[in-house]
């Protein structure tokens, strides 16, 4: 169907769904965008467009998105409540449904005090549970929040974000509820390195029901080296990486680690292909964008299927 996104015809039918990551440039060149749409291009379902990651200031998400669009991708927009009032928001999904783009994932957004603008006024007008549960009044009510009816409904399919590696981990999975009652049908996860952990975050999640009423991605990272490994360990938070990942990527000559970490990220893939309830993966590999075709192809997921 014209106005139903690709992925959702994909996990709809049963595929098992592939999406990864651009990062919009800091710069208004849109061919920064096109070589990176270039190297992504039938190697995955969907590309996700960062919203100013990190709080740094970047093209906007709705624009990189387009720019996907006239390239032959299928766009995955990013918006953060970081940075709009509900107007705002409300506004932009309007007008990305307008301009094709069919998928939405409704995330908070890094605090500003962590970008190149920390003096920047944090909006926070909704939170993410909010904003889904506005999303979905507008697409599936054709009302904006107070009940106004709009004159068209925007076509999206609605996404939003877990982490099933914070604490405490039953909170994770009431929140993970939370969103999925108010109106996320996709979750792509944190990136992936501790599996028994996962493995205790999905099961808790079945429990519940859960694994009926929405789509889970889980997100994996190739590392490129022991230090980003131990960087990311100690320094981002929410993240879970065993000392064993760490002692692996250690013990190979640093000219290796990027293979070294493209081999456990593929390990990874292949475990969670063996999941209840994991229907696809998140390939979160901003800046490494040359890196995924090899792994989708390791993983054995190329060819990627074809919807009509």
């Known amino acids: ?167 405490p981990l039953e909170f994770r999975v009431v929140r993970l509820a939370k969103k999925i009652s108010a109106g996320a049908e996709f979750i792509q996860t944190q990136c992936i390195y501790n599996m028994e952990r996962f493995k205790k975050w999905i099961s808790l999640a079945e429990d519940r029901g859960l694994l009926e009423k929405a789509y889970i991605l889980g997100g994996v990272t190739p590392l490129k080296s022991a230090g980003m490994a131990k960087y990311m360990k100690n320094k981002v938070a929410g993240m879970d990486i065993p000392d064993d990942v760490i002692k692996r990527m250690d013990a190979v000559p640093k000219e290796r680690q990027r293979q070294e970490g493209i081999g456990i990220c593929v390990e990874t893939i292949l475990a969670l292909k063996e999941i209840k309830g994991v229907k696809g993966i998140h390939i979160m590999a901003i800046e490494w964008e040359d890196a995924v075709g090899e792994i989708v192809e390791r993983a054995g997921l190329l060819p990627r299927p074809k919807v009509d």
């Open 1 to 167: 169907m014209k106005d139903e996104s690709r992925l959702k015809q994909l996990l709809d039918g049963g595929h098992f769904a592939v999406t990864a990551e651009c990062g919009p440039p800091k710069g208004a060149d849109p061919g920064a965008v096109l070589r990176k749409a270039g190297l992504l291009k039938e190697k995955v379902d969907a590309v996700n467009v960062t919203d100013n990651q990190t709080a740094i200031v970047r093209m906007s998400s709705i624009a990189a998105c387009t720019v996907l669009l006239s390239a032959g991708l299928e766009p995955v927009l990013q918006m953060v409540v970081r940075d709009r009032n509900r107007i705002a928001l409300q506004s932009d999904v309007l007008g990305a449904s307008a301009l094709g783009i069919r998928n939405i994932l409704c995330l908070s957004g890094d605090h500003q005090s962590f970008g190149n603008q920390p003096s920047a006024l944090g909006v926070f007008d909704l939170d993410s549970m909010q904003f889904i549960e506005a999303v979905r009044g507008m697409r599936d009510a054709g009302t904006i929040m107070g009940g106004e009816q709009l004159t068209s409904a925007p076509a999206v399919f609605i996404g939003a974000a877990a982490n099933p590696f914070a604490d």
